[in-house]
């Protein structure tokens, strides 16, 4: 009796141990799938930026000449 509670147990933990493998490597599959989308296409800021954010963006950066009939 106690010889078969055992191999159930040993049955199961080995069954769970796969299923658990499987879904460990599922999740690091998705994680992966997820990092390459958003490595080939960066999030675009919108509203107030700073300047690292700019010129991340990959736009290039310009000088504005400022003169008193462009400010306001």
């Known amino acids: 009796m106690q010889d078969e509670v055992r191999e ?3 049955a199961l933990t080995i069954k769970v141990g796969k299923a ?3 879904l460990t490597a599922g999740l690091l599959k998705w994680a ?3 990092y390459m989308a ?3 296409n960066p999030k675009i800021h ?3 930026q700073t300047v690292k954010q700019l010129v991340s963006q990959g736009a290039g950066v ?3 000449e400022i ?3 462009n400010i306001k």
């Open 62 to 64: 310009q000088n504005i």
């Open 32 to 34: 992966i799938r997820k």
């Open 46 to 48: 919108h509203g107030k």
């Open 20 to 22: 658990g493998g499987r």
């Open 8 to 10: 159930k147990s040993v």
């Open 38 to 40: 958003q490595a080939q």
């Open 67 to 69: 003169t008193d009939k």
